[in-house]
């Protein structure tokens, strides 16, 4: 009896070859795309190139239909809203740069999608993301590099659990990019020319303060001061939700020196500013810890540290700090240590583990 698998279709190119790819494994694949944005412009979204709205569904039923396998298109309004958008808005109102592909990931297209598929009589869930899962010797699963190191996404994954990657099948984490899109050219994919879709999928503008401001009228905090490290009052700010540690652009300041966002004070709506030294940072703490190739930390381990994810990665050591915390040290300072953001801990190309940062040390 064949094993059956649920693939999470997003009416592009990476998930279009992923089910194929298992189709020719012998697995008996069936398409879902996840309806996650509450309210769409279908000619914005195409614009875009949004990854799971009206036109999404549009292209995953075209390619289910050429592919000869059942389609499905799941509701997860709810679960979108709740564990992405809201996290999001409440992350850049005090202060923290959130990452929401990463919740997504965890709480949407794996949680929800899992626990679904598996009452379906599904065996295993499936996706186009650029990622390899493997068991290692010590029994752990874990996400390793793909192939293609350009397009790796397991940045994005570290906070995957255990049941939930040993129900998880990536065959596009075994190609390279061009490799795939060769292959849905060859067979004749409708979306083989689609491009990637870029950036956050439900802010389509890339305007994320106006996003925030139009989803959260009357609590999204107003103008302040920038100010030095140590008070100084240097001008007025449009709000906190404006800006990010590292930032340069935007910041409408005649300093006579390129100048950067250091730190963001929610407490007392200041945005901090330094000069370029002021941006590296030699130590991080990171909390929520997800564990991954490794079962804990017991004691201090070398590894090599990603603090976002367009990051080369930083060769570090971890050690634990209390029950749930690990402080990083780097070899060499870093630049722009973000609070709300991921840090992600590889050893040897796996996940060893991650969690979000809290600050700087």
């Given amino acids: 009896m064949k094993e059956k698998v ?7 190119v990476d998930s279009s070859v992923a089910a194929y790819l298992l189709k020719e494994q012998g697995y008996e694949v069936i398409g879902v795309t996840m309806q996650i944005w509450q309210e769409e412009d279908r000619a914005e979204t195409e614009e875009n190139g949004g990854c799971c709205g009206l036109s999404a ?6 390619v289910a239909q050429f592919l000869g396998i059942p389609y499905y298109v799941m509701n ?23 990452n929401p592909c990463i919740a997504c990931n965890r709480y949407v297209k794996w949680e929800s999608l899992l626990h679904r598929s598996l009452a379906i009589g599904a065996d295993y869930i499936a996706t186009g993301h650029y990622a390899r899962v493997e068991r290692l010797a010590n029994g752990r699963y874990a996400v390793c590099r793909s192939v293609s190191e350009a397009k790796d996404q397991t940045y994005a994954l570290y906070n995957l659990t255990q049941e ?23 067979l004749g994919l409708p979306v083989a020319h689609k491009p990637d879709s870029q950036e956050i999928c439900f802010i389509p503008d890339h305007d994320y303060a106006g996003f925030i401001e139009r989803e959260a009228p009357g609590r999204v905090p107003g103008p302040g001061n920038f100010v030095t490290a140590s008070g100084e009052v240097l001008g007025r700010h449009k709000g906190i939700t404006h800006y990010t540690v590292g930032q340069r652009k935007g910041l409408d300041l005649a300093m006579g020196y390129p100048v950067f966002v250091t730190q963001i004070r929610p407490e007392t709506n200041e945005v901090v500013i330094g000069g370029g030294e002021d941006v590296f940072s030699s130590e991080l703490l990171c909390g929520n810890i997800n564990y991954m190739a490794m079962e804990g930390l017991e004691k201090p381990r070398k590894a090599v540290a990603k603090i976002r994810y367009g990051h080369k990665g930083a060769c570090c050591h971890i050690e634990k700090e209390g029950a749930d915390r690990i402080r ?17 801990f590889y050893e040897d190309g796996y996940v060893l583990g991650g969690g979000t940062i809290l600050g700087r040390v």
Avoid: W
């Fill in 164 to 186: 939930q990657l040993a129900r998880t099948l990536m065959p596009a984490g075994n190609y390279e990019k061009e490799e795939i899109r060769g292959i849905a050219q060859m």
């Fill in 6 to 12: 649920v693939v999470g279709m997003s009416g592009g």
């Fill in 328 to 344: 990083c040290i780097f070899d060499e300072p870093v630049r722009a240590v973000t609070p709300g953001q991921a840090v992600v």
């Fill in 76 to 98: 997860f309004r709810r679960e979108f809203r709740e564990k992405v958008i809201d996290y999001f808005i409440d992350e850049y109102m005090h202060g923290r740069t959130p």
């Fill in 57 to 62: 569904v549009e292209d995953a039923r075209r």
